[in-house]
């Protein structure tokens, strides 16, 4: 084989520090629109982006050149010190250290976007808390 083929598309979770509720909905869009520039930026294509004020849901196709750790890094950063120069929250925003990053297969991939496009109404009754905890059995991930 003379070249390499790669699909891998991603399902990354973050919080805010201490799961402050900062993402509130005047600057919610805004956010997302920059992390969105930020994921084409490391060349890879968004599907969605969506969460709620302490945390943020994102299904990217990861660019094989990157590594996830990468690609979040530049997304996390970069937006934490555009929401800071732009003054859209009252206090100092950051980023809680660490995500979540799950592989999506091509044939769940509508599944997961569905879910994503719905938090809002997943977490009326759902906690962060307890949607965390059970990606991570879900998939046996291990920190």
Request: proline share 3%; glycine share 4%.
């Amino acid at each position: 084989m003379s070249h390499s083929l790669h699909k891998i598309w991603i399902h990354a979770i973050w919080a805010t520090k201490e799961r402050q509720p900062w993402i509130i909905s005047s600057v919610e869009k805004s956010m997302y629109d920059y992390m969105y520039k930020q994921f084409v930026e490391c060349g890879c294509p968004v599907r969605i982006i969506n969460g709620m004020p302490d945390h943020v849901h994102c299904l990217f196709l990861l660019n094989p050149q990157k590594s996830i750790a990468e690609v979040i890094k530049q997304v996390k950063g970069s937006t934490a010190h555009w929401v800071n120069k732009s003054d859209l929250t009252l206090d100092k925003f950051s980023w809680q250290t660490g995500y979540a990053a799950y592989s999506v297969s091509e044939s769940q991939l509508e599944k997961v976007y569905l879910y994503l496009r719905n938090q809002k109404a997943h977490h009326q009754k759902l906690s962060f808390e307890k949607e965390y905890d059970d990606f991570g059995k879900l998939y046996q991930a291990n920190g």
